[in-house]
């Protein structure tokens, strides 16, 4: 009694053995065809790729990884990634990655000790990626990559100052002037600043940024408030800052509060309520700017002035690093590459 295939059962997934048979080729000539060797007839060639896309062929990464000793998978350690600058630069990586011919293998972290990253470095090696991408924010971070034996290329995102390190950045103290000097262009006397967390070095370079632009115009410089990111910490300095704005002079001897540089939209969020809540106009009497230009930024209330940065060219960038050094065998010491911020400015600190 013969006996017929169930059409339920799982199918088979193709081997190059079946692409030959198709083709009517060895199994060496399609695994020339996949290697892209010269040696091969373009009508061969074409009967393989035909066979390839009619049988649904796909190449089993692990087998290829036996024989060529590559894996072609990257890794990518990723600090705060709910925050919209990690996650934003861990898109822009992944999508470098796969336009080079690479795969990424992830891994987030929330505390960035050093056993936390030595373990996340830990872990990637064991699954055999090639070379891994940090985006390291915080100071920690960056001190605990120093103590570090990396076994394979490495390069930084918006971390490893003074580390013997390849790295990509944006320049987030540029960003800072652009932002800031747009502001005093405005009229106003100074600008106040509400800070990211201390130990994040991207809100130290928006701190100097700020702070040099006002000294270099000669104008004082208003004590920074200090906020963790997130729209509570904004909605909070926006409170204190309310409390400041008058039509004349500043409380407690403080300069006048009519323009203020948020160092991240969605701190830019929480001053904007407060200052909503209080009675203020923006910018009528109190001009704002942010910083990152996330997508809900220009349907703010009203449209926020930020500093826009190009996850896009810094993943790009950090992947040819990697990927440069993974095809040449040597390291880029300490090379590091700026990526440009670009101001946007919208009616949030431009009355019309």
Not at 115 to 120: C, G, H, P, R, V
Not at 221 to 243: F, I, K, M, N
Not at 248 to 271: C, H, I, K, T, Y
Request: a negative charge.
């Amino acid at each position: 009694m013969s006996r017929t295939a169930d059409p339920a059962a799982p199918r088979r997934a193709p081997t190059m053995a079946d692409v030959a048979q198709v083709a009517g080729v060895s199994h060496q000539t399609v695994s020339r065809v996949l290697s892209d060797h010269p040696n091969v007839r373009d009508t061969t060639r074409a009967e393989v790729l035909r066979a390839i896309e009619a049988l649904g062929y796909r190449r089993n990464s692990s087998a290829r990884a036996l024989v060529t000793r590559r894996t072609l998978t990257l890794g990518v350690v990723a600090c705060n990634p709910t925050l919209f600058g990690p996650a934003s630069t861990l898109f822009g990586l992944e999508e470098a990655a796969r336009d080079e011919g690479y795969m990424v293998s992830a891994v987030t972290l929330r505390r960035h000790t050093p056993k936390a990253l030595a373990d996340a470095i830990d872990h990637l090696s064991d699954w055999g990626v090639e070379g891994i991408v940090v985006i390291v924010p915080e100071r920690e971070a960056v001190a605990a990559l120093a103590e570090l034996k990396l076994p394979f290329p490495l390069v930084t995102v918006e971390g490893g100052h003074g580390l013997p390190i390849p790295g990509v950045s944006v320049d987030q103290e540029l960003g800072a002037r652009l932002v800031t000097g747009h502001l005093l262009a405005g009229g106003h006397r100074t600008v106040w600043h509400v800070a990211g967390p201390q130990n994040w070095l991207e809100a130290e370079a928006r701190v100097q940024g700020w702070r040099a632009t006002l000294e270099e115009a000669g104008v004082e410089v208003p004590p920074p408030l200090v906020g963790d990111w997130t729209p509570l910490s904004g909605y909070r300095a926006g409170q204190e800052l309310a409390g400041r704005v008058s039509a004349g002079s500043g409380r407690r001897g403080s300069p006048e509060v009519s323009a203020v540089f948020v160092a991240n939209d969605q701190m830019a969020l929480g001053v904007l309520r407060a200052f909503r809540e209080a009675g203020l106009s923006v910018p009528g009497q109190v001009a704002i700017a942010g910083f990152d230009d996330i997508p809900e930024a220009e349907f703010f209330a009203p449209p926020l002035t930020t500093v826009r940065q190009d996850f896009t060219a810094v993943g790009q960038a950090s992947i040819r690093l990697l990927v440069d050094q993974l095809e040449s065998g040597t390291t880029r010491g300490g090379e590091r590459v700026v990526i440009e911020p670009r101001l946007i400015v919208r009616s949030s600190s431009n009355p019309s």
